[in-house]
């Protein structure tokens, strides 16, 4: 997906941001993002509830701290004093030159990639950073504003009372005080109601259930002396903190699951 085409009113989100930079940084993770960002190299806006947003400049900056890491091996202090140079208009070169090689084009701006003997020989193999797979931190952002009945989650999740009670008292979907439901339950139960299939009923479930909770209790127990911080952004780093540990959580999940089944399968 483009820069434009992930672009949105008031700015990017850093996952949108992670997804633009990946192709030329594959080892960029949104905790390199926030680092650079606690040393003063980039400095998104926030929005009321504490979320980054990126600009444009602001992904440019990006772009041009990574690629002064990689091609040059500039330490951060050095990459600084060059932005603030160029931030007082005192040098401009820098930036130009930076995007060139990003763009794998000759630093004299002319867009032509760089003949073959001039060319280092071909590039390392791809190195997996947050392991871009199974899940983004993006996806583990929540609309606490969508509430779901009791009778659209039946009709949505394809299942009946009593399939839904099973549900409940396996503690596996809890409704909300005034009894409605989150969109995961619509998930969570058309899961149940597919593996139901192979006979496995709800109280079966319940070990991925307990399974679960160690892993959020975990994640949270990381995050917790982050939200204790007495800056304004604390609670907000430590809500993207447990979306990144839970994102990296489901996809070992996954990769062990997989690896697991092979075994099983005689792979």
Excluded: C
Excluded at 27 to 41: M, P
Excluded at 84 to 108: C, H, N, Q, Y
């Amino acid at each position: 997906m483009t820069g434009a085409a992930q672009w949105t009113r008031g700015g990017m989100s850093i996952g949108s941001v992670l997804d633009l930079l990946r192709p030329d940084f594959p080892d960029i993770t949104i905790s390199k993002i926030r680092f650079l960002e606690s040393e003063g190299l980039i400095s998104p806006e926030r929005t009321p509830s504490g979320y980054r947003r990126f600009s444009v400049a602001d992904v440019e900056r990006l772009k041009f701290v990574l690629t002064a890491q990689r091609d040059q091996y500039l330490p951060l202090k050095v990459i600084k004093e060059q932005l603030e140079a160029i931030d007082s208009g005192a040098a401009t070169l820098g930036v130009r030159e930076a995007r060139a090689r990003a763009d794998g084009a000759d630093a004299d701006g002319s867009g032509r990639a760089p003949d073959s003997a001039s060319a280092a020989g071909p590039p390392p193999p791809r190195r997996l950073g947050v392991v871009p797979g199974e899940v983004s931190p993006e996806e583990l952002r929540f609309d606490h504003e969508i509430r779901v009945t009791r009778t659209d989650l039946l009709e949505q999740a394809g299942i009946d009372e009593k399939f839904l009670a099973e549900l409940i008292r396996a503690n596996l979907i809890t409704p909300g005080a005034a009894g409605f439901f989150d969109t995961e339950a619509v998930t969570l139960a058309r899961t149940a109601r597919a593996m139901s299939e192979f006979g496995l009923e709800a109280r079966h479930l319940r070990a991925f259930k307990l399974a679960a909770d160690r892993e959020a209790a975990m994640i949270a127990q990381i995050a917790a002396p982050i939200a204790k911080g007495r800056d304004a952004d604390a609670r907000a780093r430590a809500e993207e903190t447990i979306r990144e540990l839970a994102a990296l959580s489901l996809t070992l999940h996954t990769s062990l699951v997989k690896t697991s089944v092979r075994g099983a399968l005689g792979g």
